[in-house]
């Protein structure tokens, strides 16, 4: 991804995680917000502190500003990146959404996987690259 921040203008990454705490359970997160100076969303990403839990068992809704960027059962592996990528090439990218209301909801769904025993939960992460008012 390549930009170019102007002078009224800067690349911001934000970051908000929540926990999977139950086996082929349903999370939702609630009162999530991007910063009020927020100009566009341009990517995101996914990761968290069981990589292979993550891959193998999520899957996600998730809105933007209203907006349904990602519908119910979108595979957690494709918004996942390894750490041979660049950092700055991680995230995928949107173009640049409008943030809307500035709201993030996310729907979060476990599933069993032989790949990937569920033990004591996970937690995932959830960055997204946005583009702020200086």
Not at 74 to 87: E, G, H
Not at 98 to 121: C, E, M, Y
Request: charged content about 25%; hydrophobic content about 35%; glycine content about 8%.
């Amino acid at each position: 991804m390549n930009t170019v921040a102007t002078s009224d203008t800067k690349e911001t990454r934000v970051t908000f995680s929540f926990p999977v705490t139950k086996a082929n359970g349903l999370s939702t997160t609630s009162g999530l917000e991007l910063p009020k100076h927020t100009q566009s969303v341009r990517g995101l990403q996914l990761t968290s502190n069981y990589p292979d839990k993550l891959y193998y068992r999520g899957s996600q809704r998730i809105e933007i500003g209203g907006e349904e960027l990602f519908p119910e059962g979108f595979d957690s592996k494709i918004l996942m990146s390894s750490l041979s990528v660049a950092p700055r090439e991680r995230f995928f990218e949107l173009g640049d959404v409008l943030p809307g209301d500035l709201s993030i909801k996310v729907r979060f769904q476990d599933k069993d996987h032989s790949k990937a025993v569920f033990g004591d939960g996970y937690t995932v992460t959830l960055i997204i690259l946005i583009e702020e008012k200086r």
